[in-house]
């Protein structure tokens, strides 16, 4: 059972235009989402995050949206450049309290190319 | 400073060898976790500590041990690997396990071959 789905595998843009990378989750016990980024043989990097009890995060060209009702976020980069281009990850976790832990959860990625 | 650092960068060894993978943070973080990543794919979580102990072992073989020296180093050791188990070897840290807005920052990984 896939949690948290990244329906498109790839995306292509065009520089200078916007971006927007989308993510759905079954499990309403989610309350912190993250997105990385990640270029091949490295690691993935902390992009942005968002809280269930916001809508919306803002962090220079990146805003997180929060739609809690549809189960769905999305990751906006305005202006789109080529160094953007690399593979995103959706991440979600739930607090489950006392000793359980925040367990990333994992969409399968999306590959965004941002040509010149 | 998120950096989670990683040592090496890359690894082959045999099926019979025994290697260890290093990771190493100076964030003051608490948590520390190591996941498997094959192409194409998100990283898998295999292993989390919580102030040095063991916490999560994600049903991982016994062909991998965590240790967890200290609050700033976690080792991989690896012994008997198959070739299955090639894979970028990640480790990741945050501040603390289980706060519901906590963030895990995650080193360059460990490109593992096994012949």
């Known amino acids: 059972d896939q949690q948290v789905k990244q329906n498109s595998p790839s995306l292509s843009v065009q520089e200078g235009r916007i971006s927007i990378l989308n993510c759905d989750y079954t499990?309403?016990?989610?309350?912190?989402f993250l997105w990385y980024k990640k270029y091949p043989a490295e690691g993935p990097t902390f992009l942005i995050s968002i809280s269930s009890i916001k809508d919306k995060n803002e962090d220079g060209r990146f805003t997180v949206f929060l739609n809690k009702s549809a189960k769905h976020l999305s990751l906006h980069i305005v202006p789109s450049q080529p160094g953007d281009s690399a593979v995103y990850f959706c991440a979600a976790s739930a607090y489950a309290g006392g000793t359980s832990y925040g367990k990333l959860t994992f969409g399968q990625g999306t590959i965004l190319t941002v040509h010149p | 400073d998120t950096e989670v650092t990683q040592t090496p960068k890359h690894l082959v060894m045999g099926m019979t060898n025994k290697k260890s993978l290093k990771c190493e943070q100076h964030?003051?973080?608490?948590?520390m976790y190591w996941y498997k990543q094959k192409a194409k794919k998100p990283p898998e979580l295999m292993f989390v500590y919580s102030y040095e102990k063991l916490s999560i072992n994600e049903s991982v073989p016994s062909r991998f041990s965590p240790e967890c020296p200290n609050s700033s180093l976690l080792n991989l050791h690896l012994h008997a690997l198959q070739p299955e188990d090639s894979a970028l070897y990640l480790c990741a840290s945050s501040q603390v396990l289980g706060s519901n807005t906590d963030t895990q920052y995650f080193g360059p990984g460990t490109r593992l071959t096994v012949l």
């Open positions: 964030m003051g973080h608490r948590a």
């Open positions: 499990n309403s016990m989610f309350d912190y």
